[in-house]
């Protein structure tokens, strides 16, 4: 495998089959919490933005490829039973072509026909969605032309994703002069709740480095909840945010001890730790000696997380500092 990053160089590190079967069940806990906060998600579906990204071989001939491209090439994706929380407008087919255009499109295309069943909207990170929305900026008189002939545009040429596609697609010129309508404005402000009026929240991360999307996100969706629903990176995922609904600059996050085995080393700032954003790296005899568990933690005191993978990976510390806020045996950052 390797990171998808966000910023950066990728890097390979190794992963096994059974990490899919744990990032699967953290994904599972994510909408019963949301259904806690936003009831009736369950009769609406979700307008969720995925795509696969190139993979390669090692000189061993072993696969390297994206995380979340793992994730969605697995069974645990393609084979997934029904489930209302996981009912999203994209055929699996769309998500999982290779051309990024083709998949933008065509998932555009049934997002937009199925508007008035999307209760939520998102992707991965908010540069992606927001990419979307420009993507639609863009090529909004061609996809409105496939919605009122119930056509599919001839420059989608996989073939698969064009049998999905056209299992939804309809003719349907109502809906065609309604996003006409909208997208010939001169002000796209608010233009998701416009398109899709029936939406809840945006479901992306507006954490770390994506905080600087907050505002044209704000714009596009009329001030829409934006929700953090987990914290995750390529070593493995770590936890849920048990109050999505909080501002995005109040997140945080309850550890799932099941995803790996969690340590942490304390910082003191005051010895010339002061960048959070430092490179990932291993720890040193002195530092291992310096961890601490995750029920000894101690509240207002900093720590840098350290995480041993199922895999092997271990003593690796990611890009982020962490604070205890809870009383729970220090379990929520």
């Known amino acids: 495998m390797n990171s998808g990053t966000s910023g950066g160089e990728r890097k390979l590190m190794p992963t096994i089959e059974e990490d899919l079967g744990r990032r699967s069940s953290l994904y599972g806990l994510l909408m019963p919490v949301m259904s806690l906060f936003v009831p009736g998600l369950e009769k609406g579906k979700g307008m969720y933005l995925m795509f696969i990204k190139s993979e390669a071989k090692t000189p061993g001939g072993i696969v390297a490829r994206p995380v979340l491209t793992s994730y969605y090439k697995s069974s645990y994706f393609k084979d997934r039973p029904y489930d209302p929380y996981t009912n999203y407008t994209s055929p699996n087919e769309t998500v999982l072509c290779p051309d990024s255009y083709q998949s933008m499109y065509s998932q555009l295309l049934c997002g937009l026909c199925q508007n008035k069943e999307v209760f939520r909207v998102g992707a991965v990170f908010a540069s992606g969605f927001i990419r979307a929305i420009r993507f639609l900026e863009k090529h909004w008189s061609l996809l409105c032309n496939d919605i009122r002939t119930g056509t599919i545009n001839s420059q989608i040429t996989d073939t698969s994703v064009r049998e999905a596609v056209m299992k939804i697609l309809k003719p349907d010129p109502k809906l065609a002069d309604l996003i006409q309508t909208e997208c010939s404005k001169s002000s796209w402000q ?66 799932i001890p099941t995803m790996c085995y969690f340590e ?70």
């Open 190 to 255: 608010g233009i998701i709740t416009r398109l899709w009026p029936n939406t809840k929240y945006v479901d992306v991360i507006v954490t770390g480095t994506m905080s600087q999307y907050i505002p044209t996100l704000d714009y596009y969706s009329n001030g829409l909840p934006l929700v953090c629903t987990m914290y995750a990176s390529s070593e493995c995922y770590f936890g849920v945010n048990l109050n999505p609904l909080c501002k995005p600059s109040e997140v945080s996050y309850t550890l």
């Open 264 to 333: 942490f080393l304390p910082v003191n700032r005051s010895n010339g730790v002061n960048d959070p954003l430092h490179t990932p790296r291993s720890l040193n005899e002195k530092q291992q000696q310096e961890l601490v568990e995750l029920v000894d933690v101690k509240l207002g005191q900093e720590y840098e997380l350290v995480v041993t993978t199922y895999a092997g990976k271990n003593k690796h510390t990611p890009l982020v500092y962490f604070q205890p806020l809870s009383q729970h045996q220090g379990s929520k950052f």
